[in-house]
């Protein structure tokens, strides 16, 4: 509750304080230096309110993340070990069907051969010998059986171009190439020219 009553306190704090610089914003028309200038000084305005909210949130925030962070550090090997039992489990299981299925199979292209060739004709023995191949009890496990289809991609030359047009695939291939094509002067790492891209110059604003 007094997590919850500080946050609220700080917005409340930071909007009264945008509200005047907003209005100011939405009726600014540059048309000359002065207007230009104000521009200038009402950026400074938000950038120094922004800087506040960031510091403060931090502030609020921080116990709440270290205790989740916390808690996380001691759950999470717990829950990682809980889903590879289960998958230890569903492997051995899937294992073990794939094997019996494969059985069932050949016993039953068997049945199926001395069926065709009349070695068995009587339907009772016909049954009885279906009844002999034995089949996994998945609702005996508690299971259910499904097939779930599945894709990978095996040449990714062959991929038709429009899927790598899609912003989706953009932004995560932009993130890549931005790193390489920039590299990170601070690191030590040096730019790589990258075919079909291209550095450019964006006028850009900062304070």
Do not use: C, H, W
């Not at 009726?27 to 400074?44: H, V, W």
């Not at 089949?135 to 095996?154: C, D, F, K, P, Q």
């Not at 989706?168 to 890549?176: F, P, S």
């Not at 601070?186 to 730019?191: F, H, S």
């Amino acid at each position: 509750m007094a997590k919850e009553t500080a946050a609220t306190a700080l917005v409340t704090k930071i909007r009264t304080n945008l509200q005047p610089v907003y209005d100011t914003a939405m009726d600014l028309y540059i048309s000359t230096p002065e207007d230009y200038a104000q521009a200038g000084d009402l950026l400074k305005k938000i950038k120094t309110y922004a800087k506040t909210f960031k510091a403060e949130k931090d502030i609020v925030l921080k116990p709440i993340k270290d205790l989740v962070k916390s808690y996380e550090d001691i759950l999470k090997p717990t829950a990682d070990q809980l889903k590879g039992i289960e998958a230890l489990i569903k492997g051995k299981m899937l294992s073990y069907n794939e094997e019996q299925s494969q059985i069932a199979a050949e016993q039953a292209k068997k049945l199926e051969s001395k069926i065709e060739s009349g070695y068995i004709k009587k339907p009772e023995t016909i049954v009885e010998n279906m009844a002999k191949i034995e089949t996994v009890n998945n609702a005996e496990a508690g299971v259910t059986e499904s097939m779930v289809t599945l894709v990978r991609i095996t040449d990714l030359t062959q991929i038709p171009a429009e899927y790598f047009a899609r912003p989706r695939v953009i932004d995560a291939l932009m993130v890549e190439i931005r790193r390489d094509a920039l590299g990170n002067k601070a690191q030590g790492i040096d730019p790589i020219v990258i075919p079909g891209t291209e550095l450019y110059q964006e006028k850009r604003l900062s304070m």
